[in-house]
């Protein structure tokens, strides 16, 4: 079955610390994979998206996630945590024309 | 502004009073989608929307309705709502299917329900 699992439901990093948010799929075939923050009362945003091509790819905020064919994962990171990067973090895959959404992993950057 | 708007924001109602929830688009978008979002479950689809007239079920479609009778409104309609209906609602839309493809959703803000 096609599926999105982000292992972790929340993640603490200090302020200026490198973080890793992580997130793991099944799909068939090809995968194409996003991630999109949620701050809160506010929708989901699209944050960066891998489709085909360089495996490391950036996005908004300075964010970037690295595709991993073989472990297949697809984590979010950030060389240098800020407090307002705190919000809730989630992962997602195409599937059949819609996207299949993780569970979500709060982030929370202490100063 | 580009933007997807849903009201209510917040509402609180008895079990079995017919509701709807709003949702707007002014970006021309042909595809539509419901989610409701709960604790520990993420996004869970419940209907979208590909063009005007055309719905179809997500994966979470019982105890809710939908229409599309013009390109920018995709209202959701509980019937009888019931208290396992309590939860974060997100309406979303893009250009078309590649938009949704290519993960270009855009979201509303979301409208907390709560059924007593």
């Known amino acids: 079955a096609q599926s999105v699992a982000q292992p972790e439901d929340q993640v603490n990093v200090a302020e200026g610390n490198p973080l890793t948010v992580k997130c793991t799929y099944s799909?068939?075939?090809?995968?194409?994979l996003f991630w999109y923050v949620q701050y809160p009362n506010r929708g989901l945003q699209f944050l960066l998206k891998?489709?085909?091509?360089?495996?490391l790819v950036k996005g908004s905020y300075g964010f970037e996630a690295e595709f991993n064919k073989s472990q297949t994962s697809f984590h979010l990171k950030k060389p240098s945590a800020l407090v307002s990067d705190s919000a809730l973090y989630f992962c997602?895959?195409?599937?059949?024309?819609?996207?299949?959404f993780g569970t979500g992993t709060r982030l929370q950057v202490f100063p | 502004e580009a933007q997807v708007t849903q009201n209510p924001r917040y509402l609180i109602t008895v079990t079995g009073k017919k509701l709807t929830v709003t949702c707007s688009q002014n970006?021309?978008?042909?595809?539509m989608s419901w989610y409701r979002q709960d604790p520990g479950l993420g996004l869970r689809q419940i209907y979208y929307s590909m063009n005007v007239e055309v719905t179809d079920k997500g994966d979470v479609p019982e105890g809710y309705k939908v229409s599309r009778k013009e390109k920018r409104n995709f209202p959701l309609i509980l019937e009888s709502p019931s208290p396992n209906q309590t939860s974060l609602y997100f309406c979303a839309s893009s250009h078309n299917a590649a938009g949704v493809n290519t993960g270009e959703l855009f979201f509303g803000e979301g409208s907390r329900l709560t059924v007593l």
């Open positions: 799909v068939s075939g090809n995968p194409y």
């Open positions: 970006m021309n978008h042909e595809y």
């Open positions: 891998y489709i085909t091509g360089d495996n």
């Open positions: 997602a895959v195409r599937y059949t024309d819609k996207l299949i």
